[in-house]
């Protein structure tokens, strides 16, 4: 396992895009055993100023790497580039 690695989905309730980046996200985070976490925008005004129009987003170490659609090729090699 890669402590020093954590995925972020930020995303909020009824979003369809959302569930999408999920199993995306849940997919490579198993394979690649990378701890994730999702974290509701509506539950931070920061968050939701911030990312409103571009949910989901995907965070790598707090780092925003992706918008509205999760690239699974793409995250796998970033990740592969953090290790």
């Not at 972020?8 to 055993?33: N, Y």
């Not at 925003?64 to 796998?76: A, K, S």
Request: aromatic residues 6%.
């Amino acid at each position: 396992m890669a402590p020093d690695i954590m995925i972020t989905l930020l995303g909020k309730p009824g979003c369809h895009l959302c569930e999408d980046a999920r199993a995306v996200i849940e997919r490579v985070a198993r394979d690649l055993d990378v701890p994730w976490e999702e974290r509701d925008i509506t539950r931070s005004e920061q968050d939701t100023e911030q990312y409103w129009e571009q949910i989901p987003v995907t965070l790598i170490n707090g780092v925003q790497h992706d918008f509205w659609r999760v690239d699974e090729d793409r995250l796998r090699a970033a990740i592969a580039d953090l290790r």
